[in-house]
């Protein structure tokens, strides 16, 4: 049996954030599918069990339950040593960055993806605000990764996973990455970290159970 338990799903950059992680750190772990789509997370198994939020990733190891992919991401640093910081500053601007994925970039491309591609609603006036949000988020990665290899500097850390969550979903967001270059380079040397995976390839769960 795995040391880790992530129960996720392959459709969620959330999930992908830690599976990521949990897969680069070399951690004992295997990933359990949730039927998000068929109300899983809404069950009151799953709120009373795993998450009272009803929300994908939990991390269960043991008798230990963690939700919250920021959260489950810093208590993976402290296990494994790896992705994380070298003092207070470093500490301070992965949680800088990490606060502004959430808000900013996997907070508009989350749910413009799956209003687009997951749930097909086609363009409405939420959409066009999501990819307006988005893009500008963009634009000021693009011109951050102008000048830096990763999200606080020289080293991957988990900053770096969160940023990227919903970048590798490749055509599904409705945006060209190729109108920001410096984005896609820093894509690249995630995906030439040693043991990268795409997230369909990590976590279980694609195509949707319902697709033809």
Same mark, same amino acid.
């Not at 939020?53 to 296990?79: R, Y």
């Not at 020289?154 to 990455?177: H, M, N, Q, R, V």
């Given at each position: 049996?795995?040391?880790?338990?992530?129960? @996720?799903?392959?459709?969620?950059?959330?999930?992908?954030?830690?599976?990521?992680?949990?897969?680069? @750190?070399?951690?004992?772990?295997?990933?359990?599918?949730?039927?998000?789509?068929?109300?899983?997370?809404?069950?009151?198994?799953?709120?009373?069990?795993?998450?009272?939020?009803?929300?994908? !990733?939990?991390?269960?190891?043991?008798?230990?339950?963690?939700?919250?992919?920021?959260?489950?991401?810093?208590?993976?640093?402290?296990?494994?040593?790896?992705?994380?910081?070298?003092?207070?500053?470093?500490?301070?601007?992965?949680?800088?960055?990490?606060?502004?994925?959430?808000?900013?970039?996997?907070?508009?491309?989350?749910?413009?993806?799956?209003?687009? %591609?997951?749930?097909?609603?086609?363009?409405?006036?939420? %959409?066009?605000?999501?990819?307006?949000?988005?893009?500008?988020?963009?634009?000021?990665?693009?011109?951050?990764?102008?000048?830096?290899?990763?999200?606080?500097?020289?080293?991957?850390?988990?900053?770096?996973?969160?940023? @990227?969550?919903?970048?590798?979903?490749?055509?599904?967001?409705?945006?060209?990455?190729?109108?920001?270059?410096?984005?896609?380079?820093?894509?690249?040397?995630?995906?030439?970290? !040693?043991?990268?995976?795409?997230?369909?390839?990590?976590? !279980?769960?694609?195509?949707m159970p319902d697709a033809?």
């Amino acid at each position: 049996m795995a040391e880790y338990v992530l129960h @996720c799903m392959a459709q969620s950059g959330h999930s992908y954030k830690v599976a990521l992680m949990l897969e680069l @750190c070399g951690a004992n772990w295997e990933p359990h599918w949730v039927d998000f789509f068929n109300g899983e997370t809404r069950t009151e198994e799953f709120r009373s069990t795993l998450n009272e939020m009803g929300e994908v !990733p939990v991390l269960v190891q043991g008798d230990s339950i963690l939700t919250q992919s920021a959260v489950i991401m810093d208590v993976l640093f402290e296990k494994f040593g790896k992705f994380g910081w070298d003092n207070d500053e470093e500490r301070r601007d992965i949680l800088r960055w990490t606060i502004f994925d959430n808000q900013k970039v996997s907070g508009m491309l989350g749910p413009l993806r799956f209003l687009r %591609t997951l749930i097909k609603t086609g363009e409405t006036e939420v %959409t066009k605000w999501l990819d307006g949000r988005a893009r500008a988020a963009l634009t000021i990665l693009d011109k951050h990764f102008s000048t830096n290899e990763f999200a606080i500097g020289s080293k991957p850390t988990s900053a770096d996973f969160s940023l @990227c969550s919903y970048l590798f979903y490749e055509g599904e967001l409705g945006i060209d990455l190729n109108d920001y270059p410096n984005v896609i380079a820093w894509l690249e040397r995630i995906k030439s970290l !040693p043991g990268w995976k795409h997230p369909y390839d990590l976590m !279980p769960g694609h195509p949707m159970p319902d697709a033809s």
